[in-house]
């Protein structure tokens, strides 16, 4: 079943690209299922960015041994540097100590047979530190390949904490730390900032009508059409349920209502299929806008509740607009 679809949609046959579609058949992956799911209703294209991106996020960083791993393979390069650090440290101690050796001998008036005997040793001790300087600068050059590979395992693990598993936006943890740089620059540099909160009109509706994974498909398409929507900067995220929020860098409040209604206008205009022939309509989706920018005094908190209190003006007002 994999392999058949995988060449319908021109995805290349790989290990990696073969285990998306192997879980999405075996419904071992209720994530990716729904993720997938939404990118066919969508019709987006498979890309390699787009099969490398559900990947990672569904498949390698998504198992808990991977944090695990990366927390003993840490531990143990700390400790291995340490050692490292401990022995360079004693060879320096010993080399200290047998120089100090040798300017005594050298103080008690030592014969030409014993200063032959002196220099021979000291240019023994002198290729040892060198000897053990060359290996501990392997060592620790390794140690630093090992540390790269383990920061870019980080990175995706950051970026999996920071996405939302089914419509692959930024997620609500994301969305506070971009916010509140977002007013600290304001803060310093008057640098303006909007943001839009945004609420799928009726959603419970479609839960209720047609079930959670159509709706779940509701949400991958709202997802998807802000992604087209914004552009540059622009940040957009599921901040929870069928709430979203678009954070608007540099961005006066005129031009932040231009494209709050955009995105409104683009979402109603479609109509939503769903099925394997996609014949079953379930008609245009709306969403209501509420619009706030920075201000003065303002926290990512205030900010965030100004927005939703013009959210709650656009939904009082018969839904599908945007107040601000």
Known sequence: MAVPQMSALNIPVT??????????????????????????????????????????????????????????????LINSLVNKISQFSTGTDDFSNNLSHFADELQSGANPQTLNELVVNISAEVEKVIANNQSMKKDIETLGDELTQLKGEMDNLSKV????????????????IFSTEQVSLFTQNQI????????????????????????DKVLAFVGFALKQSVKGNDFVARYGGEEFVVLLPNTEFKDAFTVAENIRERIAAR??????????????????????????????????????????????????CVKG
Not at 193 to 215: P, Q, R, S, W, Y
Not at 288 to 302: C, F, M, V
């Open 15 to 76: 290990p990696e690209n073969y285990a998306i579609w192997y879980q999405y058949y075996s419904e071992t992956n209720l994530g990716l299922k729904r993720a997938i799911d939404g990118l066919l209703a969508n019709e987006v294209e498979f890309t390699a960015s787009v099969n490398q991106g559900l990947y990672n996020n569904f498949i390698q960083e998504q198992s808990p041994e991977v944090i695990e791993n990366v927390q003993i393979e840490t531990q143990i």
């Open 161 to 176: 904490a920071m996405t939302d598993e089914l419509t692959s936006l930024n997620n609500r943890r994301a969305y506070e």
């Open 192 to 215: 303006p900032c909007c943001l839009l909160m945004i609420d799928i009109d009726h959603f419970k509706a479609f839960n209720d009508t047609h079930g959670h994974l159509v709706g």
């Open 271 to 320: 109509q939503l299929t769903i099925g394997k022939e996609k014949k079953q309509q379930l008609g245009n989706i709306t969403v209501s806008i509420g619009l706030a920018n920075i201000q003065p005094g303002d926290d990512s908190e205030t900010l965030l509740k100004r927005a939703d209190d013009m959210l709650y003006q656009a939904k009082s007002s018969g839904r599908n």
